[in-house]
């Protein structure tokens, strides 16, 4: 059985419904994410939020904001239009829409699986000061952001989704690549690594690393994954901590 067929049935789909579509070029010819489509595991489609706009002539899809705010917000019509139409193409396959917002919940793994369960997402990115509200209360399933800062579009955040989910369909990471080896994935960061030479400037790789002793090398390197954590991310060591599952391993 080949990857296709393996996976056959699992594909994933993606709607992007952005302003700037030439902005994602790069990300999908030359990546992970381009491996995944190549190998046929997802699709994304980019939809120009433009095109949807009621104006022939200028193409507006922006307004001046009631209240009288400084910047521009983005029409409802057409992001409805363009939110109904993705909608359709994937009828059968009842797509989240997704909203990339610093408003949203803050982005984690236990996301990224989340949004792994779905068949097709609905990736809508907004720019200037965001959409009119009636888009997210009427069209809009689920707000995410990817931190505590300000992007000047959604498209990031988007692209920052869609590489993080690929990675996990199984098939699309090589050899070279692991998920289940990566930070988060029992809930600590991850352990120092060293390659050759084992003496870089005056700096030796610890000797347990050398020892071949596999048991006393997964127990530094335990070791140091929770040093690590506690030390840089407290949030994430209390986390760990009441997680019962972890506590077994
Ligand atoms: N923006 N996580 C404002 C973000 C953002 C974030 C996207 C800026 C939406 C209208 N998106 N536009 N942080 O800062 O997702």
């Given amino acids: 059985m080949n990857v296709d067929s393996q996976h056959y049935g699992k594909k994933m789909f993606f709607d992007i419904l952005t302003l700037f579509p030439a902005m994602f070029s790069g990300v999908f010819s030359d990546s992970i994410i381009s491996r995944a489509i190549k190998k046929g595991l997802i699709s994304v ?19 001046y904001p009631y209240g009288g705010d ?5 029409k409802p019509e057409p992001l409805a239009r363009a939110i109904t139409d993705a909608r359709s193409r994937f009828c059968d396959f009842a797509p989240k829409v997704i909203y990339l917002s610093p408003r949203g ?13 779905e068949k097709a997402l609905i990736l809508l990115c907004g720019r200037y000061k965001g959409i009119d509200e009636r888009i997210c209360e009427r069209y809009v399933d689920r707000e995410i952001s990817i931190g505590d800062y300000v992007l000047s579009g959604g498209e990031i955040a988007a692209m920052t989704i869609i590489d993080a989910m690929a990675r996990l369909i199984p098939g699309v990471l090589g050899n ?4 289940e080896a990566d930070s988060f994935y029992r809930g600590l960061l991850s352990h120092p690594e060293y390659t050759r030479p084992e003496i870089f400037e005056d700096m030796k790789v ?7 002793h596999h048991a006393n090398i997964l127990r530094w390197q335990r070791e140091k994954a929770v040093e690590i954590t506690k ?8 986390k760990y901590k009441t997680t019962e599952t972890n506590n077994e391993k």
Avoid: C, F, N
């Fill in 176 to 179: 070279r690549e692991s998920a």
């Fill in 70 to 74: 400084a910047g521009m917000v983005l």
């Fill in 206 to 212: 610890p000797d347990v690393l050398l020892s071949g």
């Fill in 231 to 238: 030390l840089r991310r407290p949030d994430l060591w209390a």
């Fill in 45 to 63: 489609d980019l939809h120009d939020i433009r095109s949807y706009s009621d104006d022939e002539r200028h193409k507006t899809v922006d307004d």
């Fill in 105 to 117: 919940e803050v982005l984690r793994q236990e996301i990224i699986e989340e949004l792994l369960e």
